[in-house]
């Protein structure tokens, strides 16, 4: 039986986070183990008025492509896709997979080759998703399926409670709720655009500083990630300095890298070390040119979402914890790095963590000192 609650997402998605009219060609794309939501999505975009398109795909040849593909064809653009990306009004991806370790055993080179060749399609998107003309409306979201509820080490009912309850669908007007959390990202985003600095320490070593005078905060609020609650900037690129020990392992490509330790120096990586996943940890710095500087400095507001489960979508959102990317900036932060990577690894400040903005602190053991910032439940 399908999951009634995948109906009520499908109709947030549409109608909250890609605001889908009359005439939009929507693409909808995701793994065949996710068919239950895309098949909502569909009938949520005809009755919007919308033509969905859908992209489903294989997960086995991707395996095989990049275990079994020749140089040549590992670095193929697929101009298809690059074209819809181009041309849709809007599009939804779905995040789900039958075995979330299938790439673990592959060649990270080649994982690297054909993120590379990927590129220009990411780059149309961000292009696009910051573009005040001819915007693409664009949200990813999880589909709960077996193989994350394994890594997060839950039940799939445990897990799917888990995903709806992320994305505020167990109250009664999500949409209100949404609102509600935008309104308060929205006032903490106003206070760090006036800040020159954002220092951030945490036991353990974590004690590292980022320039960020003259970008933009960006409230994420449910309308490009779902579920949502972080806001985020592009630092400036050479002016991130010290060190960050990630105390969550991080994942990337199938692969799980664990107590991540970056040093940076003028903006970039300049040494580094992982417990497990070291030699991934470094190919995938070593990429090119934008790899190793920062596309990303965000913190988590969804107090929803309280604990880890190795999907990104979720962690990032964490409330007590900030991220940061390696890689690729959004455009529209004011952030100019340009990579084919994006590779967001999050820090858990919930016992000790400072967050200072210009010497101020604004943040302290996972919690704002505004009471009109996020707040977990039963605060203001």
């Given at each position: 039986?399908?999951?009634?609650?995948?109906?009520?997402?499908?109709?947030?998605?549409v109608?909250?986070?890609?605001?889908?009219?009359?005439?939009?060609?929507?693409?909808?794309?995701?793994?065949?183990?996710?068919?239950p939501?895309?098949a909502?999505?569909?009938?949520?975009i005809?009755?919007?008025?919308?033509?969905?398109?859908?992209?489903?795909?294989?997960?086995?040849c991707?395996?095989?492509?990049?275990k079994?593909?020749?140089p040549?064809?590992?670095?193929?653009l697929?101009?298809?896709d690059?074209?819809?990306?181009?041309q849709?009004?809007?599009?939804?991806?779905?995040?789900?997979?039958?075995?979330?370790?299938?790439?673990?055993?592959?060649?990270?080179?080649?994982?690297?080759?054909?993120?590379?060749?990927?590129?220009?399609?990411?780059?149309t998107?961000?292009?696009?998703?910051?573009?005040?003309?001819?915007?693409?409306?664009?949200?990813?979201?999880?589909?709960p399926?077996?193989?994350?509820?394994?890594?997060?080490?839950m039940?799939?009912?445990?897990?799917?409670?888990?995903?709806?309850?992320?994305?505020?669908?167990?109250?009664?007007?999500?949409?209100?709720?949404?609102?509600?959390?935008?309104?308060a990202?929205q006032?903490?985003?106003?206070?760090?655009?006036?800040?020159?600095v954002?220092?951030?320490?945490?036991?353990?070593?974590?004690?590292?500083?980022?320039g960020?005078?003259?970008r933009?905060?960006?409230?994420?609020?449910?309308?490009?990630?779902?579920p949502?609650?972080?806001v985020?900037?592009?630092?400036?690129?050479?002016?991130?300095?010290?060190?960050?020990?990630?105390?969550?392992?991080?994942?990337h490509?199938?692969?799980?890298?664990?107590?991540?330790?970056?040093?940076?120096?003028?903006?970039?990586?300049?040494?580094?070390?992982?417990?497990?996943?070291?030699?991934?940890?470094?190919?995938?710095?070593?990429?090119?040119?934008g790899?190793?500087?920062?596309?990303?400095l965000?913190?988590?507001?969804?107090?929803?979402?309280?604990?880890?489960?190795?999907?990104?979508?979720?962690?990032?959102k964490?409330?007590?914890?900030?991220?940061m990317?390696?890689?690729?900036?959004?455009?529209?932060s004011g952030?100019r790095?340009?990579s084919?990577?994006?590779?967001d690894?999050v820090?858990?400040?919930?016992?000790?963590?400072?967050?200072?903005?210009?010497?101020?602190?604004?943040?302290r053991?996972?919690?704002?000192?505004?009471?009109?910032?996020?707040?977990?439940?039963?605060?203001?």
């Amino acid at each position: 039986m399908i999951d009634p609650r995948l109906e009520r997402l499908a109709r947030v998605l549409v109608q909250y986070s890609v605001k889908v009219r009359r005439g939009d060609v929507v693409r909808i794309k995701g793994a065949t183990v996710c068919e239950p939501l895309v098949a909502a999505l569909y009938r949520e975009i005809l009755e919007a008025g919308g033509h969905p398109v859908v992209r489903l795909t294989a997960e086995a040849c991707e395996e095989i492509l990049l275990k079994r593909g020749k140089p040549h064809q590992l670095r193929r653009l697929d101009a298809f896709d690059l074209a819809e990306m181009q041309q849709v009004d809007g599009y939804i991806g779905i995040w789900g997979s039958d075995n979330t370790r299938a790439l673990s055993n592959v060649d990270p080179r080649r994982q690297a080759m054909r993120q590379t060749a990927s590129r220009p399609i990411l780059d149309t998107l961000l292009t696009r998703a910051a573009a005040k003309k001819d915007r693409l409306r664009w949200v990813g979201t999880q589909y709960p399926c077996a193989a994350s509820a394994q890594d997060a080490e839950m039940s799939l009912a445990e897990y799917a409670d888990f995903v709806f309850e992320a994305g505020l669908l167990h109250l009664r007007d999500p949409v209100a709720a949404w609102r509600k959390l935008s309104a308060a990202q929205q006032k903490l985003a106003d206070r760090l655009e006036k800040a020159r600095v954002i220092r951030v320490t945490a036991p353990g070593g974590t004690d590292i500083r980022f320039g960020v005078r003259g970008r933009r905060w960006i409230n994420c609020d449910g309308e490009n990630n779902f579920p949502d609650g972080e806001v985020f900037t592009g630092p400036i690129e050479d002016a991130t300095e010290g060190e960050v020990r990630f105390n969550f392992p991080a994942v990337h490509g199938g692969r799980e890298v664990c107590d991540v330790r970056l040093k940076f120096s003028g903006g970039r990586v300049v040494d580094a070390s992982a417990t497990k996943g070291e030699d991934f940890l470094f190919k995938m710095l070593d990429q090119d040119a934008g790899a190793r500087v920062l596309g990303e400095l965000a913190i988590g507001t969804n107090y929803a979402v309280r604990r880890f489960t190795r999907n990104t979508l979720f962690d990032e959102k964490i409330g007590g914890t900030f991220h940061m990317a390696l890689g690729a900036a959004y455009p529209e932060s004011g952030g100019r790095n340009e990579s084919a990577l994006h590779w967001d690894l999050v820090c858990d400040l919930r016992k000790g963590g400072v967050i200072e903005a210009d010497g101020k602190p604004i943040y302290r053991d996972g919690r704002f000192l505004r009471a009109d910032f996020p707040q977990p439940a039963g605060r203001a």
